[in-house]
């Protein structure tokens, strides 16, 4: 072996990203959702460097926005065992993980990421989703409360509350939940999924006006693709007219609960 | 003032007396004799068929005053047929010393086709217990002839659970009931899903693969039929209401929801919006499901509905709804309140997260401990055998006990009810019923590819209790459908009902069952036949078995 290539392999020893380019690129790509020229940039990165853990992360995103599942999971598990104190690579991991339902599997990556990154929200937010889809609802409350204080800032994500507001709701602890579900709304008047969460809320509350108004709320905001499905609405709309006496409208709701084809999300 | 004080006095005795007794289980399956493997011929390619058998029935069927068990049991697939001892149904014969003897082949009543499910009832009001078994392609109704044999009747009575056109229907839990309280029971027969093997489909990957989703197959209309008497029933399906709903009903269990005197019918459905139909007066039923809150979770999506017992576990006079449902369900329990409709209270009841991971069958509402407060029991255990190989969830489990706390909320106490409810296993129906008459609630449970386990309640300071066995004069003779309502001497007041079809495709014992805790009497137990007769009586001493004849 010549001296440069020995020094070469010793330079991709200290550092396996060395040889990669563009890499801050091909994560801001990613992050605008510009597949193609993420995917451009990720292999390039991969062909000089093809052990890097970051540009391996990248990879793994790119995969699982190109609807190649098993493939990013490999991508990301390779960089977690080449980087194994890489916090990045197991945040990925972790929402991999999240979303294909392996809650457990899940938890042990987060567990590791609010390790390295206690400050990082989003990390306990995950965390406490996936303990709360185990029915671990101890763990789930605290990794929420270390959310929300991690949240704490000028722009704070209101997805955190209104998680933590429908965690309060099913302890049947309605007025901290209004508390957080109030914020959550304040914070994106305009999504679906907070106004039907507060709805529910209120309707548990026998606050059936206010119900109504989250409902009729909810309603008018369409999301075909997101959380919360039309049938969902028309069944929260048709017990809370019912509650209310208007025979018509809770006639008409729970015909349509009973009519909309439930969206298969396997 | 003097009485109320008297009444707050013993009550507060009630309370201190409260002590929890840790409910204990015990698997008494290799010394009684029971030898039952649930059959479900397994295949390489995971037929929807093979994860969703193995009802259980616990009725006397000698009237010797001893529970007996029946088992139904699967076939070989694709042929569907019984071709073999290990696929037959078996009836087990309670000796009275805690072994049972198989009595299948002197009984008649091993069975044809791919079993799912059992209900148990005296249909024609002679004394002697009967028994319908649920099928995939053969329902069979079998006559107690009284002498220790059954005679399958299923053609004669015209109950074969076919639709008009004569197809057979994919049939899983059954349950007797007189719906138009004319004094002879009905039947209601829940139906599953258009399969065959035929139309078969195979799901998850080759070497591990999966029960496919019921949302792959097109689901099926109820039945019921309408008992004319004379042996003989009447396809009622369509002019009463049923056959409109098509659904995928997994179980089916009854009590009636608003104290109106007729009994409702509630069907759990995989995967789609439960059933609650609404008994109009004995003459039709409406699909309330949606109006009345059972219809979906409080998130407003359905459930892999699969267990369910429509019984007071609030003991507030109205019967709540509790079923079993697949890992990342909760199992949902609606509580049914005093305007008239119910509310979802999984989660307030603290069942929500202790249920969560887990898969459950067979259910049954019942107080383990006679301490006055309903335990749920669940038969758990995923649906798909290959599961585990995809990392979500476990296919074999625990069996699990919430105790009841009252006012509706309940404990897992699972982990201190002794080893046998430590066992994973593919558990799947369950029933209940006193075994050895001690005054403790029994459950047997079968298990695919086990032995059954006949699980024997030890409960080491358990409560007083009373057994109630109502026989019905002008109502049908088994009294399905009578409410009961018990106060205690302390004051205490309870209420339950007498049903057979509890749990998953499986029938428990119709005596009514209530622990007393410390009350060693009932000062008061009122009855409500089926026939709108009211009975009332007075001073009963605790620690037996009354039995009842209607007025």
């Given amino acids: 072996m010549s001296g440069a290539l020995a020094l070469a392999a010793v330079l991709v020893a200290a550092n396996p990203c060395a040889g990669a380019r563009d890499l801050k690129a091909a994560a801001e790509a990613v992050d605008k959702g510009e597949l193609a020229r993420a995917d451009y940039l990720t292999s390039l990165a991969l062909a000089l460097a093809p052990d890097c853990p970051d540009a391996l992360v990248l990879q793994g995103r790119v995969l699982s926005l190109k609807g190649r599942p098993r493939e990013a999971r490999e991508a990301l598990e390779k960089a977690v065992r080449l980087a194994p104190a890489n916090a990045e690579a197991r945040y990925q991991l972790g929402i991999w993980l999240y979303r294909a339902l392996l809650h457990a599997e899940a938890v042990r990556q987060f567990e590791k990421v609010v390790a390295l990154r206690p400050r990082d929200a989003r990390a306990h937010d995950y965390l406490a989703l996936n303990l709360e889809a185990l029915g671990e609802a101890e763990g789930a409350e605290r990794a929420y409360r270390k959310a929300l204080a991690a949240n704490a800032g000028p722009s704070p994500d209101p997805f955190f509350d209104y998680y933590y507001g429908r965690f309060l709701l099913k302890q049947t602890r309605l007025e901290e939940s209004r508390a957080h579900l109030d914020r959550a709304v304040a914070l994106h008047p305009d999504e679906r999924t907070v106004h039907y969460e507060r709805g529910k809320l209120n309707l548990a509350r026998k606050d059936y006006p206010a119900a109504r108004r989250d409902a009729e709320r909810a309603l008018s905001l369409k999301d075909p693709a997101g959380p919360v499905a039309d049938v969902q609405v028309y069944y929260l709309l048709a017990t809370v007219y019912a509650r209310l006496g208007e025979a018509d409208l809770a006639r008409k709701y729970a015909e349509l609960s009973r009519t909309t084809p439930i969206p298969d999300r396997r | 003032m003097g009485s109320r004080l008297v009444l707050g006095l013993a009550l507060a005795a009630w309370a201190a007396a409260e002590r929890p007794a840790a409910i204990q289980l015990e698997d008494r399956q290799r010394a009684s004799g029971i030898r039952f493997v649930l059959d479900n011929g397994t295949t390489p390619d995971k037929a929807v068929i093979e994860a969703v058998l193995g009802g259980v029935a616990l009725f006397d069927f000698d009237n010797d005053g001893r529970l007996d068990v029946f088992f139904t049991n699967g076939a070989r697939i694709p042929g569907l047929r019984k071709d073999d001892p290990r696929f037959w149904n078996r009836l087990y014969r309670n000796q009275g010393d805690g072994t049972f003897r198989d009595v299948t082949e002197s009984a008649g009543v091993r069975g044809e086709g791919y079993s799912m499910g059992a209900a148990a009832a005296d249909f024609d009001n002679d004394g002697w217990t009967d028994l319908y078994v649920t099928g995939v392609n053969r329902n069979i109704l079998y006559r107690n002839q009284g002498d220790g044999t059954f005679a399958d009747v299923t053609e004669r009575a015209g109950v074969a659970g076919t639709d008009a056109t004569g197809k ?122 949606v109006e009345s809150g059972v219809a979906y979770t409080e998130d407003g999506v359905p459930v ?240 037996q078995v009354l039995k009842v004849r209607e007025p």
């Fill in chain 2, 168 to 289: 057979k229907l994919w049939s899983v839990g059954a349950a007797w009931l007189d719906y138009d309280n004319d004094g002879d029971l009905d039947l209601f027969v829940a139906n599953y899903l258009d399969w065959s093997p035929e139309n078969n489909k195979v799901c998850g990957a080759e070497g591990k693969r999966l029960s496919c989703s019921p949302t792959d197959y097109a689901g099926l209309p109820n039945l019921l039929y309408r008992n004319d008497g004379g042996g003989r029933f009447t396809d009622v399906s369509a002019a009463a209401g049923i056959a409109a709903h098509v659904g995928r009903g997994m179980s089916v269990a009854v009590a009636d929801a608003d104290g109106d005197g007729f009994v409702d019918v509630f069907v759990a459905n995989d995967q789609l919006r439960n059933f609650l139909f609404h008994n109009a007066g004995g003459r039709a039923f409406m699909e309330t499901g």
């Fill in chain 2, 304 to 543: 892999s509905g699969m267990g369910a017992d429509f019984r007071d576990v609030d003991q507030d006079g109205r019967p709540d709804v509790f079923l079993t449902a697949l890992s990342g369900e909760p199992f949902p329990l609606y509580r049914n309140t005093a305007e008239g409709f119910f509310v979802p209270a999984t989660h307030p009841s603290g069942l929500g997260f202790a249920t969560l991971m887990m898969s459950g069958w067979g259910t049954g509402a019942y107080d383990l401990d006679n301490d006055g407060h309903k335990e749920l029991f669940s038969a758990n255990s995923h649906v798909s055998e290959n599961i585990d190989a995809y990392g979500h969830h476990r296919y074999r489990q625990a069996n699990a006990i919430f105790r009841g706390l009252g006012g509706g909320r309940f404990r897992d106490v699972t982990a201190q009810a002794g080893a046998a409810m430590q066992r994973a296993r593919a558990h799947r129906g369950c029933a209940f019923g006193d075994l050895d008459g001690d005054g403790r609630m029994d459950v047997v449970v079968s298990v695919i590819g086990e032995p059954a386990e006949v699980l024997y309640n030890t409960t080491a300071g358990a409560g007083h209790w009373l057994g109630l066995r109502l026989e019905g004069t002008k109502s049908n003779r088994d009294a399905i459908g009578a409410t009961v309502k018990l106060t205690g001497e302390s004051g205490r007041i309870q209420y339950n009902h007498v049903t057979t079809a509890v749990g998953y495709a499986s029938a428990s014992d119709k005596q009514v069952h209530f622990g007393l805790g410390p009350d060693r009497s009932a000062t008061e137990i009122e009855i409500r036949w089926p026939s709108g007769a009211r009975q009332v009586l007075r001073n009963v001493p605790a620690d």
